[in-house]
Nanobody, 115 residues
Framework: VQLVESGGGLVQPGGSLSLSCVAS????????MSWYRQAPGKERELVAT????????DYADSVKGRFTISRYNAKKTVYLQMNSLKPEDTAVYFC?????????WGQGTQVTVSS
């Protein structure tokens, strides 16, 4: 089982980035997928989450209206579109898959928002 994030990088304030997380989970379509982030010296926090069939999504208040989570089950991929980025969005972003008692994490991708 493996989750691999990509798409991070350096972007100026107000810019956009699109993160992807590809899973090797055989039953990816059963899993709720989420994006978390962890900034230096801070706890890991939930950014966005999406149900297994994309019926429901939820976002942290700090990113509502700016970030969009989506998934494509046929490609076993979950996405995070990030717009209007702010310096406080700087963090390592992780994807997580969860289903019943199972939980899997990716290794993270760095997002840095700076001029």
């Amino acid at each position: 089982v493996q989750l691999v994030e990509s798409g991070g990088g350096l972007v100026q304030p107000g810019g956009s980035l699109s993160l992807s997380c590809v899973a090797s989970l055989f039953t990816f379509s059963n899993y709720r997928m989420s994006w978390y982030r962890q900034a230096p010296g801070k706890e890991r926090e939930l950014v966005a989450t999406i149900s297994s069939r994309s019926d429901t999504t939820d976002y942290a208040d700090s990113v509502k209206g700016r970030f969009t989570i989506s998934r494509y089950n046929a490609k076993k991929t979950v996405y995070l579109q990030m717009n209007s980025l702010k310096p406080e969005d700087t963090a390592v972003y992780f994807c997580k898959g969860s289903w019943l008692a199972k939980e899997y994490w990716g290794q993270g991708t760095q997002v840095t928002v700076s001029s």
